[in-house]
């Protein structure tokens, strides 16, 4: 069909990179061929080999956020450099690689999201399980109105003796898991009232209304945020937990981790 290399040809012209979302090893033999593109792989696990590698914590099913992860971590491991032009492939009707996109790499877009899943205690799924939950509590509210809540993930028994009890604790003889629509129901009911909640490694709720003790000592937050951040700080110094952290003042979604503030997000526009 007339034209169609002039239209395709334009996805590949003056690209810096190719980025390969897990694929085959024939595909990626096929792609380092490519003169003057250097070949990027993002994935699960680098069963190919690949010489340029990403690690994808999980799958994401969302291409657009497989991307921008994928992407992040690329900039985050100086494989790519900021204002590079890409030239994506990934699979979205298929297992199969079916759609190629054109992207610029920026690096003042990066929200810190990688190393929140990479190298944390934590399983993947579960810090998605609470970061998606922070977020849809940092759009909705609470019957209307803005909450703020705290999600200490991973470390459980450690921060479990850095805390105390402010109230009964509901979850002390369950055996429910983040990410069941069910409990994040009841999650979401609760964090009306004070304190932390406390998820293990596994996704199981320790805990909540735990007022958490660690020595704020050297901890540094940025400005205007208040008693709830700096706890959440903390215990990630102390601790080998991650927080994520939902302002009731400005509505932002943060997470900390060894004691530093490594991202921080609008959940409208997450």
Request: aromatic share 8%.
């Amino acid at each position: 069909m007339a034209g169609l290399d002039d239209v395709f040809g334009q996805l590949f012209s003056n690209a810096d990179a190719v980025v390969l979302f897990s694929p085959s090893s024939s595909v990626y033999e096929r792609c380092r061929e490519l003169e003057d593109l250097d070949t990027v792989v993002v994935g699960t696990d680098n069963d190919i080999g690949a010489d340029t590698f990403v690690e994808l914590p999980l799958e994401f099913e969302d291409v657009s956020e497989r991307i921008d992860f994928g992407l992040e971590g690329a900039l985050e491991q100086g494989v790519l450099e900021d204002g590079d032009e890409l030239v994506c492939a990934t699979s979205v009707f298929s297992d199969e690689m079916d759609t190629v996109s054109r992207v610029r790499a920026i690096a003042d877009e990066r929200t810190g999201i990688y190393d929140l899943f990479t190298k944390s205690r934590a399983e993947p799924a579960v810090i998605k399980s609470v970061l998606e939950l922070a977020i849809e509590l940092g759009k909705k509210g609470q019957k209307g109105k803005p909450v703020g809540a705290l999600f200490v993930v991973g470390d459980a028994g450690k921060v479990m003796n850095k805390s105390r009890p402010l109230s009964y604790n509901p979850f002390e003889k369950s055996h429910v898991h983040v990410g069941d629509p069910i409990v994040n129901v009841m999650l979401k009911e609760f964090s009306r009232l004070d304190g932390a909640f406390v998820i293990s490694d596994a996704g199981k709720i320790v805990s909540a209304y735990r007022y958490l003790e660690p020595s704020a000592e050297g901890v540094d937050i940025p400005k205007g945020l208040g008693a709830r951040h700096m706890a959440g700080g903390a215990i990630t110094r102390d601790t080998n937990a991650i927080t994520i952290v939902l302002s009731e003042s400005d509505g932002l979604v943060r997470a900390f981790k060894g004691g530093e503030l490594i991202m921080e997000v609008d959940p409208e526009a997450y």
